[in-house]
């Protein structure tokens, strides 16, 4: 009875992770213009300017719009090291949702055991992009500091995410050498029985 609960859950969970992964990649692409509309280039666009992008025909405004993508995000440091962040800390938490949805697989099929090899390499694999991101975001801190020459970087939101990440990356090896750990005790027992 408890097992169904806990594959009930582990059903849910999956589910949100796999929608939470689904809206990560729609993002991604998105990301350059973004970044591009909130910089300071952007804001001295009159909406004219924006309007002759879209002037001919919309599959023409979106080839424009690519070029701005292409061109003009990389032009400005602040606004490529955004840029870069961004995407480099998209694809890595893409890949720790990823790993996330096979451990979950695992707990919803009840009829393996989660306390698997497989299990423990895709922990690992994420702690492994935990402190990327966190390196990421380190980097980023180091570049506003040196860019702005000032401390105030170090109030942002990226001088947050190096400790949490860190832990987190903490917290995946830990469970990884944990599944790991009872994958090897379940061998052991399945070759005395």
Same mark, same amino acid.
């Given at each position: 009875m408890k097992s169904m609960s806990v594959q009930k859950i582990? =059903?849910?969970?999956?589910?949100?992770?796999?929608?939470?992964?689904?809206?990560?990649?729609?993002?991604?692409?998105?990301?350059?213009?973004? /970044?591009?509309?909130? =910089?300071?280039?952007? #804001? #001295?666009m009159e909406f004219s300017q924006l309007q002759r992008i879209f002037d001919y025909d919309f599959d023409d405004g979106l080839g424009n719009l690519l070029g701005i993508y292409l061109t003009e995000v990389w032009k400005e440091p602040y606004t490529a090291a955004l840029t870069l962040f961004l995407l480099f800390s998209g694809i890595c938490t893409a890949v720790i949702l990823l790993q996330a949805i096979r451990v979950l697989c695992t707990i919803v099929e009840g009829n393996r055991n989660p306390f698997t090899l497989e299990n423990a390499a895709s922990l690992r #694999?994420?702690?492994?992009?935990?402190?990327?991101?966190?390196?990421?975001?380190?980097? #980023? /801190?180091?570049?506003? /500091?040196?860019?702005y020459r000032s401390p105030l970087p170090l109030a942002t939101y990226n001088a947050l995410f190096v400790p949490m990440f860190s832990m987190a990356g903490l917290l995946c090896l830990v469970m990884s050498a944990l599944f790991r750990q009872a994958a090897e005790l379940k061998a052991e027992n399945d070759l005395t029985i």
């Open positions: 582990a =059903s849910i969970l999956r589910i949100s992770v796999l929608v939470t992964f689904i809206c990560n990649l729609l993002a991604l692409p998105v990301v350059p213009g973004l /970044v591009y509309f909130r =910089s300071d280039i952007a #804001r #001295r #694999r994420a702690a492994l992009c935990c402190f990327l991101i966190a390196a990421a975001a380190l980097a #980023r /801190v180091v570049f506003s /500091v040196c860019y």
